[in-house]
Structures are given as structure tokens and as C-alpha cells.
């Protein structure tokens, strides 16, 4: 370090991720690089290069890492709880900005949209979650809601209750949505029982369920695609 230069030996790295982003655009960084630049601002004076690759190393990627629980995150060394919460804020924002591009719109006519969100809002999350989305006679969403919760394989859902849901949205369609923390975006033969019984209730009071979608690791599985509906 020249005489009369105080800042700590991380900065000149810092800002050489930076020009690298400039020039180059996320393509530019690894995942951990990428979470470094975030951690700059929650962490200014310590060297975030190790708790960064300690994340991604723990965790796997940065989508996977901004959607891990709080508990999970402060086991790494150098992680706070107001660390976390910040970490945490970059799949909130996320799952926002993919939200935008489906609210108030079409959703049959911006089905890769809401692939989008849904991938973004459930892909990672470790336990099974279950969600509906309610539409208008437009199909554009009224409502997104949590229906359940559960463990790594499971979430209860109870058909009677989204319908009298959906009844009190006076929602007139339906698109089931839950994930499979397994990574496997596959049916199980209780998903096709459930998504049946929910059908036929659903039918008898005019509303109509266009989809079910499975929320893998990598894809979604679609049960209209799958001739299962």
C-alpha cells in the first residue's frame, strides 16, 4: 500500500469487479463475484470474498443462496442477521419484477411470463409450497395466494377451500401451482388425485382450471401439456 493511501487492500479489488461488470454485464462475474458486488454495500469494511464463496459453496448457486432461509444463512461465518435480511432481498426483488409482468395482464397470453414468476418465486424454496392463482372472466390474475405450506414433500391442500376462495374473489379460473423441492418437476400420483378432485369440484361451480404447474429445479411441468387435465 503507497504512503497516504488508507483503504484496505479489498477496495482496489472491489473496484476492478465493478469495471468488470460495467464492461462486461453480469455474463462478466461468477455467481459468487456477483454476490460479492451485492455484499459490498451490507458489508463496507471487511473483505466479503470468502463469506461470498462461502455462500455459493453452502448453497450452490446465487438463486439458490437469496432463497435460503435466515437461519441458514447466518450458520455462515460473517453473516449477521441484518446481512441475511439484505441477501434476502435480492430474491424478494426477483420474485417482484417477474410478479410485474404478470399482474394485470392476460395470463394465457403471457404464459412464459408467468413461468418466469413462478420459477422465480419457487424453485428453490427447500419445502413444498402450495399456490393458486386466481383469474377474472379476462383470465388476468386477481389474486396470488399461499394455500399451504409443508415439508420437504409435501403440502396439504384442502379442494373445498380454494373453491370457496376462488368463489369469494368471484374468480372464474383457476392455475394450480406447487413445487417439488426434489428438483423432479414429475406428477405423483397424489398430485393427480388432488388436481382431479379440485377439477371436478371447481366445474360444478363454473370455474374452470386451466393448469397445474410443478415447479422443478430446472423446468416446470405443466398438466396440460401432460394431457392431464
Known sequence: MAEGDARPHYHGHRDRLRDRFSDGGPEALADYEMLELFLFRSIPRRDVKPIAKALIARFGDLGRASAARLDQLTEIEGVSEKVALDIKLLHAAAVRIAKSQVSGRTVISSWS????YVRAAMQHAST????????????????????????VDHAPV????????????????????????SGDPTPSGADIEMTRKLKDIAKS?????????????????????????
Open 113 to 116: 411470463a408467468l413461468l418466469d
Open 128 to 151: 413444498e409450497e402450495f399456490r393458486v392463482l386466481f383469474l377474472d372472466r379476462k383470465n388476468r390474475l386477481i389474486a396470488d395466494e399461499f394455500q399451504a405450506k409443508g415439508t
Open 158 to 181: 384442502y379442494p373445498r377451500e380454494v373453491v370457496k376462495r376462488a368463489l369469494s374473489l368471484d374468480a372464474t379460473a383457476l392455475i394450480l401451482v406447487h413445487n417439488h423441492p
Open 205 to 229: 361451480f363454473d370455474i374452470a382450471l386451466h393448469d397445474h404447474l410443478i415447479v422443478g429445479r430446472d423446468s416446470v411441468a405443466s398438466f396440460k401439456q401432460l394431457g392431464l387435465l
